[in-house]
């Protein structure tokens, strides 16, 4: 109370001094806040150039178009050692966006089965879940890594005493080997009708909702999409006579030959990121449905309305919009986390961007380029998954 | 974030803020701190860079941060030593983090031109080869299509394979590591069929796995890998220090001198050795190195000369046993040469 007078008083007397007036010291901490950012960023950029300069080092990004050298065991797309380095980062930057999404549908679905089993009235269910929360999220996510590298998937059996599964599919510790698909000449008609399968269901959903919101009644929308998505493809491929035959991986005199494979690098990153963040989401999405208020489900039932569609029509939505924001940034460690991948030789953007590093010997570009690929990553997800909030959010009236 | 990135990251930031240390010349700055930073092996390379029981370091490539030590300091022990990676050891030597780079590093053009570097010494000259498990019954490197090989990520090594492959028209599968342990633990859990790194690399790793007997070192030889130690691009009197450290080494086993016998060819009449070991009246040898005239005096004495330091560390004296070959001195039909010290 007496500063509060205290300042109204010297406000009174602003006049005396102008070092008093609030505005006018707002103004200048912000401009020597603005200064010193200038100074430094113009510190650092002409030390790293005069540096750059002793060193006779040239700064610049030509020279990623330079011949790589070296060549790249998991590449999704064709690679040799003859392409450029931009190449060799693209081959990187797709592996680290492979182990992203497909750890990130892992985990979510994972997370979700986990969290609901928590809040499960099943003891020993309830029980198992949390063990797994508690033992997941208290480890460092490089020690799952190389408990899942080293611990399990080192211990398989060497490539010539692979395990033999059915269809041509071998395990060892060198990955999995699977068929290769080869597909024949009209195949691309499948995938044009999963296309129109799945137009096709996003229309009929979009009718049926309008009938049921004019004549309530319920249309079988799960039922028939699926029959849109899955039976469409499937018709055309047995339509066309089934054009696709397998390519079985055989054993080699070192390795199979052969097939295709999943190697223990990339499986062992994307278990232990899909089953660490699992642990994280499976917290978020229990918080969330603990959030939804216990009245909600009571005013349900009271309607009438069936517990199934209680969880999916009243209490997940509502929980979502608790979900979603913690649940973008678990999105985002986990893309992060898997720059973790250099540990155990997986072939990611850091990975390969310190061998061009190393090779090329330009570190600072190499860093702003990971620096710039991780952050647009980061704001993509970000963007995709605000919106997505906004679509999820009460609509207030 | 991954102990190679946060190296690098830290490696660039002191290349963007340590300005005004490095002005002074490495020189005076390694006497104004009191001892020589130097970056060694971290991956504890029998023979070239590691560290005993103890903690005490030693190999060919140690002994020569010694022989720099007891030149500059008359103190062979004046060292402190960085263990470095493949991939971190570029960006130490740039950002200043250590005063020279004794890694058995392959001088290339490219690394003394573009990552601005200077290399002219060569303590080992080496060659990249393959080991293979004695079981595949592999006798040369051209059977070896369609094999899965574990190679060092960052190294000229990783350059020369598939060049090599890709020459020879050969399939290969590359299994990539960043650290040398960790591919010598994917070779011995089978993870891959092959090995390949510097030939003298293969002796030392053979050594440490289980069972060394059951792996075999293919005749290839794929490469030229001159094993030198580099400093940062103009700062010439600190580079000729660091050449002239290995040259002195040299010069000692020509002129037959040894750590043992160094204080009896005191008084020796030969005036290319009196020069030699600082005993010529106002000589000025040292000091246009910047040094004290018993620079290589103190080399010899505290470190040895190089065949006594080849062969404690790599040679017969060593588990090793690798033979001199290329590393013989000239007048015995190897490279090892040094230029007139006069």
């Known amino acids: ?397 | 974030m991954s102990k190679k990135l946060l190296s690098a990251v830290i490696g660039t930031a002191l290349l963007g803020l340590t300005a005004h240390t490095a002005s002074a010349g490495t020189l005076e700055d390694v006497k104004a701190k009191g001892f020589l930073q130097c970056g060694v092996n971290g991956s504890n390379l029998a023979g070239f860079g590691a560290q005993d029981s103890s903690g005490k370091w030693t190999g060919l490539d140690v002994d020569l941060c010694r022989a720099v030590a007891a030149a500059v300091f008359g103190d062979a022990s004046k060292v402190k030593y960085t263990p470095l990676s493949a991939k971190d050891r570029f960006p130490a030597l740039q950002s200043g983090e250590i005063d020279m780079l004794a890694r058995n590093t392959t001088w290339t053009i490219n690394r003394d031109t573009a990552l601005g570097f200077d290399f002219r010494a060569v303590n080992y000259y080496d060659g990249q080869g393959f080991m293979v498990p004695k079981k595949l019954n592999v006798k040369s490197a051209l059977e070896l299509s369609g094999a899965a090989v574990c190679v060092q990520s960052g190294t000229t090594t990783e350059l020369n394979l598939a060049d090599y492959f890709k020459a020879n028209n050969l399939q290969y599968n590359p299994v990539v590591f960043e650290k040398q342990e960790e591919v010598d633990a994917a070779y011995q859990a089978g993870r891959c069929d092959v090995y390949t790194t510097d030939q003298s690399g293969l002796y030392s790793i053979r050594l440490s796995l289980a069972n060394p007997a059951d792996h075999v070192i293919l005749p290839e030889i794929i490469s030229k890998e001159p094993l030198g130690p580099a400093v940062r691009a103009n700062d010439s009197k600190w580079f000729d220090i660091v050449s002239w450290a290995h040259y002195a080494m040299v010069a000692g086993e020509e002129f037959g001198v040894t750590s043992a016998n160094v204080d009896e060819k005191l008084k020796t009449d030969n005036p290319d050795l009196k020069r030699f070991l600082g005993e010529e009246k106002d000589q000025h040898i040292g000091k246009d190195l910047g040094l004290d005239e018993k620079w290589a005096y103190n080399i010899i004495k505290q470190v040895g000369n190089y065949g006594e330091s080849f062969n404690r560390n790599v040679g017969e004296g060593s588990p090793l046993k690798i033979a001199r070959g290329l590393n013989a001195l000239w007048t015995k039909g190897g490279l090892q040469y040094a230029p007139p010290i006069r």
Request: proline content about 5%; charged content about 10%.
């Open chain 1, 1 to 397: 109370m007496a500063t509060s007078t205290a300042v109204r008083d010297d406000g009174g007397r602003s006049k005396s001094s102008i070092l008093y007036n609030p505005v006018l010291r707002q103004i200048i901490y912000q401009v020597l806040t603005c200064i010193i950012i200038a100074w430094l960023i113009w510190y650092a950029a002409s030390n790293v150039a005069e540096n750059l300069a002793r060193a006779n080092m040239t700064a610049g990004f030509g020279f990623l178009n330079g011949r790589a050298g070296f060549d790249i065991a998991q590449s999704a797309i064709p690679y040799s050692s003859d392409s450029p380095f931009t190449r060799a980062l693209l081959v990187g930057f797709i592996n680290t966006i492979i182990i992203a999404v497909c750890g990130i549908i892992t985990a979510t679905i994972v997370g979700l089965l986990v969290g609901i089993g928590r809040l499960s009235s099943n003891w020993l269910i309830a029980k198992l879940c949390t063990v797994y929360v508690e033992v997941f999220r208290n480890i460092p996510p490089l020690l799952v890594i190389f408990f899942w590298y080293k611990g399990v998937l080192s211990l398989l059996p060497d490539v010539r005493e692979s395990l033999s599964l059915p269809l041509s599919v071998f395990v060892s510790n060198r990955g999995i080997f699977m068929p290769a698909p080869i597909f024949g000449e009209r195949f691309w008609i499948v995938p044009v009708a999963l296309v129109v399968g799945i137009i096709g269901a996003l229309v009929y959903r979009r009718i049926a909702l309008k009938k049921q919101m004019a004549t309530g009644k319920a249309s079988p929308i799960l039922l028939v999409s699926l029959l849109l998505i899955i039976g469409l493809p499937l018709l055309a491929f047995i339509a066309i006579g089934a054009p696709v035959t397998f390519d079985p991986p055989v054993l080699g005199k070192f390795n199979m030959r052969g097939g295709t494979v999943v190697g223990p690098e990339f499986l062992s990153l994307y278990m232990a990121l899909s089953f660490y963040t699992a642990a994280f989401i499976a917290e978020i999405v229990r918080a969330g449905i603990k959030g939804v208020s216990k009245g909600q489900s009571e005013a349900a039932a009271a309607l009438g309305i069936r517990p199934g569609l209680t969880t999916r029509l009243i209490i997940l939505p509502q929980a979502l919009r608790i979900i979603i924001p913690p649940l973008t940034s678990q999105y985002l460690n986990l893309t992060k986390n898997s720059s973790l991948a250099v540990a155990i030789g997986f072939a990611d953007l850091v990975a390969v961007g310190g061998t061009i590093l190393n090779q090329s010997g330009h570190s600072i570009e190499i860093i702003a380029i990971w620096m710039g690929v991780y952050v647009t990553i980061s704001l993509a997800t970000s963007l995709f998954m605000n919106w997505f909030n906004t679509k999820m959010a009460l609509v207030e009236r």
